[in-house]
């Protein structure tokens, strides 16, 4: 279907008003109690219309995961850019989801910022460079033989850490489960965008929680697990829950370097209480104003679907209540505040509940943020680079429930 726009020179120009776009839900596998993600046939991300995004963001609300399949092209950044920002027209700055990104090197007179793990691309600084390895030739500006350094559980998860010997063989683990987002200040994204450039070739490699249960779990290497936010509320009993729904938590002021100095749990979701965290007052200048403390559970804005979004390793305090009509509770021991992050984010770190997605190169995946956690997963060195591209944008808006 397509409508006309008549200018002033009486030129007819057809604009189109009606989408190609196909969407099929995602059939997980047998034992999955997870119902989630869809496969996008139908739509050039590189030049979709006004009526595929609509598709698009119904999609994405009801989905909450899509991948775009058979893309003639790799995404642009500026068009990754371009839909990313399409699900927040309020948001005018354009500022990336974890602020502003440190000097880093200059190339052929061009200043490139981020760090080596994240590097930001300078012909769309809002669109930054994940993963592990050598970047492609030629790659948008970046120097030839440029490695991203990647992240390494050796490095954050506390010891005893997967030997190296093992690794290589195919043995993993969850790096971190969180939602995209600063924590301090800057509003978290409502949507990320991940473009795989590159992805590692190999056999599949087995994430191990390591926790003493045993649990392990096949997963394609370089796979980015995800679960959903409704699900972990779902599995708490109902006084949990009541807890939840009615709670809130603070998170620490610049938390990434706040909890740069300690070390994560080695399942991810938490960090040990050693009193390794930076204190408050080495940290850079910050002010109670712009400290986020926010729900323990949010809501689909078009759904009304409620998701259990929390980030266990930034929580600094709580605010316990069981009911708006009583008072809350603050708990601002960090053994008790980990002891109830645990509580309620471990039910649902189970290899039912998870989603760990097989890149394609030159597939796109979009997931709604506020309603899911994910983690990158862990893959040996002989596999190859695994180069990605990521989008995530500082919302106009906190989560507010």
Same mark, same amino acid.
């Given at each position: 279907?397509?409508s006309t726009i008549i200018t002033h020179d ?20 047998? !034992? ?26 119904n999609a994405l609300h009801k989905h909450k995961?899509?991948?775009? %399949? ?11 850019? %371009?839909?990313?920002? #399409? ?23 061009? *200043? ?20 592990? !390895? &050598? ?35 195919? @043995? ?9 987002? @600063? ?23 087995? &994430? ?10 096949? &997963? ?27 709670s809130r938590i603070e998170y620490a002021p610049?938390?990434? %370097? ?7 749990? %080695? ?32 809501? *689909? ?21 069981? #009911? ?14 980990? @002891? ?9 770190? #189970? ?42 944008? @500082?919302?106009?808006?906190?989560? #507010?429930?």
């Amino acid at each position: 279907m397509t409508s006309t726009i008549i200018t002033h020179d009486s030129i007819s120009i057809p604009i189109k008003t009606k989408t190609n776009g196909k969407i099929i839900p995602i059939q997980h596998e047998p !034992g999955k109690k997870i119902h989630f993600g869809a496969e996008v046939y139908g739509i050039d991300l590189n030049h979709f219309t006004p009526a595929d995004f609509d598709l698009i963001s119904n999609a994405l609300h009801k989905h909450k995961l899509l991948v775009f %399949k058979e893309q003639p092209e790799m995404l642009s950044p500026q068009q990754q850019y %371009k839909l990313t920002s #399409s699900f927040d027209p309020d948001e005018t700055t354009g500022g990336f989801a974890h602020g502003a990104d440190p000097y880093l090197t200059t190339h052929a007179g061009v *200043n490139i910022y981020g760090t080596p793990n994240r590097p930001a691309i300078p012909a769309q600084p809002q669109v930054h460079i994940l993963g592990r !390895g &050598v970047l492609p030739e030629n790659h948008h500006g970046f120097p030839p033989g440029f490695k991203v350094k990647g992240v390494d559980h050796a490095t954050f998860h506390s010891p005893p850490h997967v030997p190296k010997e093992e690794r290589e063989k195919g @043995a993993s683990r969850f790096h971190q489960w969180h939602w995209d987002g @600063a924590l301090y200040d800057i509003p978290p994204p409502r949507v990320g965008c991940l473009l795989a450039v590159r992805t590692p070739k190999g056999e599949d490699v087995t &994430v191990r929680w390591d926790d003493g249960t045993g649990t392990e779990m096949k &997963v394609a290497p370089g796979a980015t697990a995800m679960i959903p936010g409704s699900r972990a509320l779902e599995l708490l009993d109902p006084e949990t829950r009541d807890v939840v729904m009615n709670s809130r938590i603070e998170y620490a002021p610049h938390a990434f %370097k706040w909890m740069a100095t300690a070390k994560s749990t %080695k399942l991810g979701h938490l960090l040990e209480t050693e009193g390794k965290e930076m204190p408050l007052d080495q940290l850079p200048p910050w002010s109670r104003d712009k400290v986020c403390v926010y729900p323990m559970v949010w809501t *689909n804005p078009q759904t009304g679907e409620k998701s259990l979004q929390v980030h266990g390793q930034g929580a600094f305090k709580l605010y316990l209540k069981d #009911s708006r009509e009583v008072e809350e509770r603050i708990v601002d021991d960090l053994g008790e505040v980990r @002891a109830f992050m645990h509580k309620i984010m471990r039910p649902a770190i #189970s290899p039912e509940n998870i989603y760990a997605h097989r890149h394609h190169e030159g597939d796109v995946i979009l997931w709604y943020n506020r309603a899911l956690w994910h983690s990158i997963t862990e893959f040996p060195e002989s596999y190859g680079p695994r180069i990605m591209h990521q989008c995530n944008v @500082a919302a106009s808006d906190h989560p #507010s429930g």
